[in-house]
């Protein structure tokens, strides 16, 4: 999952979805700044965490509501500075998600390799 | 800090919340040559303690920052 090739790597966490939107864009803002900082940044969506990350979703929700830019626009700040975005599937699941519900680039990673991708970092930063 | 370098390039940021000073600071610098210098101008209060810490981990030198009423001058040296 990380390649080694940033000057560190830092890990977000975000558990809170949709019902919670004014919690739905700082760990993309935060993201983008570490990927800035030329540091290599994933972040893992788990709980309600998947929701966010829903095709027909990203451009109906943003932090302060109908005020300012949607999601989306936070999310490709993100990934254009080559934040990656990963699920697992027992989080789909518990919000009755499949992949294909999601935009482009999420990739599916289990709890090992979560465990993994956190013990390798040199931050986790849980939301 | 006072610095009597021309800048290379002039990046605008004011009036921009956190964190698109930084992440236009990190694309900016990468258009302009090493040793050539990045003027950032920035009105967002937090631009002191980002730019010292962005530039102490990309390696690109903070030469100075300077204020002008709400608007902060942040001088930085491409690194390589």
């Known amino acids: ?127 | 800090m006072p610095t009597t370098e021309t800048p290379a390039q002039t990046l605008d940021c004011t009036g921009l919340q956190c964190p698109l000073p930084v992440i236009k600071t990190a694309q900016a610098i990468k258009t302009i040559e090493p040793g050539q210098v990045l003027e950032l101008l920035a009105t967002d209060p937090g631009v002191e303690p980002d730019m010292k810490a962005w530039s102490s981990r990309t390696g690109n030198e903070l030469l100075a920052i300077d204020r002008e009423g709400d608007v902060f001058h942040v001088f930085l040296r491409r690194n390589g």
Request: hydrophobic content about 45%.
């Open chain 1, 1 to 127: 999952m990380w390649t080694g090739e940033g000057e560190g790597k830092v890990l977000y966490v975000q558990t809170h979805g949709v019902s919670d939107p004014g919690r739905c864009a700082t760990p993309f803002f935060l993201a983008a700044s570490a990927a800035a900082m030329e540091v290599e940044v994933g972040i893992y969506f788990t709980m309600y965490g998947p929701t966010l990350l829903q095709k027909d979703v990203v451009d109906k929700i943003g932090p302060k509501g109908d005020v300012g830019q949607p999601l989306s626009y936070f999310i490709k700040q993100a990934t254009d500075l080559g934040v990656k975005l990963y699920v697992c599937q027992p989080s789909l699941e518990l919000n009755d998600l499949a992949l294909d519900d999601l935009i482009d680039g999420v990739t599916m990673i289990g709890g090992a390799a979560f465990n993994d991708m956190a013990m390798q970092a040199d931050a986790v930063v849980s939301f």
